[in-house]
């Protein structure tokens, strides 16, 4: 596609749930990083994907959070056993090899009642 | 000492002021740097790059200090529109591997 698309844009779900939430990024893109943002504060690294190397999982908040990205492409951020305090905007987003600038999806709003 | 440090603001001017930020980073290795756009309840959006040599966008000018690790962005006559939260954005790594890292952000107001 043209840009990172990410599904659902929303997502309400009740505590104890499981979600997954889901990144396409932009073709030919290697690197791809989860971010979440909380209402009013600044993005919060959670993973970084790059090629065919192990991920850097060290922004996951607990055991609850895991990612995977199939075949480089498609990722899937999975929020075990969901808590309030998970509720944020996930944002994904998408670069190319080298020092260039990263591409966000429109994020998944998660709200967790 | 944060990665990548920002003033949050909120920085109050009336259209047409002309306004500056700062940001500084604490890795001197780190190789590129970006300044975004981010609207409310929206997703940030690439305003510009930011090289060596300084650069101009328009009504947007972006400096590097490499000697001081900060960035800098001026808005000239800002607008309405102008209003927004900036990010800075610093990338550490080879092709191979880059971390990036962005500032919490520093929120513009800009009034009639």
């Known amino acids: 596609g043209a840009g990172v698309s990410q599904s659902p844009s929303n997502k309400v779900t009740e505590k104890g749930k499981d979600v997954e939430l889901r990144c396409d990024p932009i073709?030919?893109?290697?690197?791809l990083y989860w971010y979440r943002q909380s209402l009013g504060q600044g993005l919060e690294f959670l993973i970084y994907?790059?090629?065919?190397?192990?991920?850097?999982k060290s922004g996951l908040p607990s055991d609850r959070f895991s990612a995977e990205r199939t075949g480089g492409s498609v990722s899937t951020l999975t929020i075990q056993r969901t808590q309030q305090e998970d509720s944020a905007v996930y944002l994904c987003?998408?670069?190319?090899?080298?020092?260039?600038?990263?591409?966000f999806g429109q994020g998944t709003r998660l709200t967790v009642v | 000492r944060k990665e990548v440090e920002q003033d949050p603001g909120p920085f109050n001017v009336p259209e047409g002021a002309t306004v500056a930020f700062n940001c500084t980073y604490s890795?001197?290795?780190?190789?590129?740097f970006f300044w975004y756009r981010q609207d409310c309840r929206k997703e940030p959006k690439l305003l510009m790059s930011?090289?060596?040599s300084g650069n101009e966008d328009g009504r947007f000018t972006a400096q590097l200090n490499r000697a001081s690790q900060y960035i800098s962005l001026l808005i000239r006559d800002s607008k309405l529109s102008d209003s927004a939260t900036y990010l800075c954005?610093?990338?550490?790594?080879?092709?191979?591997?880059?971390?990036?890292?962005f500032g919490k952000g520093t929120m513009l107001l800009v009034s009639p």
């Open positions: 994907f790059q090629g065919n190397s192990a991920p850097d």
């Open positions: 073709s030919g893109h290697t690197a």
């Open positions: 987003a998408s670069r190319r090899e080298g020092n260039t600038e990263a591409f």
């Open positions: 890795n001197s290795a780190s190789q590129s």
């Open positions: 930011v090289y060596s």
């Open positions: 954005v610093v990338i550490l790594g080879d092709s191979g591997y880059s971390t990036l890292t």
